[in-house]
Nanobody, 124 residues
Framework: QLQASGGGSVQAGGSLRLSCAASGLILSRYNIGWFRQAPGKEREFVTAVRSGGRTYFADFAEGRFSISNDNANDVVYLQMNSLKPEDTAVYYC????????????????????RGQGTQVTVSS
């Protein structure tokens, strides 16, 4: 089971750190992606990290968000800084077995497991 946590309400300019944890999976063996979905909008890619460490970011996330692995605790973090009201969304993490070919990091459907989301609300 995959679970995102750490969401909450912050003012614009603030920061939040989201966590993605899984039971029964060793996350360091997986490619990890973060996505978000705002009310009335399509789900969109935020960031991803391959098991080997290569990272990818959506344009809106570049320079404000970072993704990191805590292999000792088997958790992946999404650090979000300089938050804006337009960052308000439900954030989801997803994982894909790194041995599988055909990985498309920005595609929700490319992931094997997709967790429950966590709400992030940014007020102006």
């Amino acid at each position: 089971q995959l679970q995102a946590s750490g969401g909450g309400s912050v003012q614009a300019g603030g920061s939040l750190r989201l966590s993605c944890a899984a039971s029964g999976l060793i996350l360091s063996r997986y490619n990890i992606g973060w996505f978000r979905q705002a009310p009335g909008k399509e789900r969109e890619f935020v960031t991803a990290v391959r098991s080997g460490g290569r990272t990818y970011f959506a344009d809106f996330a570049e320079g404000r968000f970072s993704i990191s692995n805590d292999n000792a605790n088997d958790v992946v973090y999404l650090q979000m800084n300089s938050l804006k009201p337009e960052d308000t969304a439900v954030y989801y993490c997803a994982v894909r077995n790194s041995l599988r070919v055909g990985y498309s990091y920005s595609s929700w459907g490319s992931y094997d497991y997709r967790g429950q989301g966590t709400q992030v609300t940014v007020s102006s």
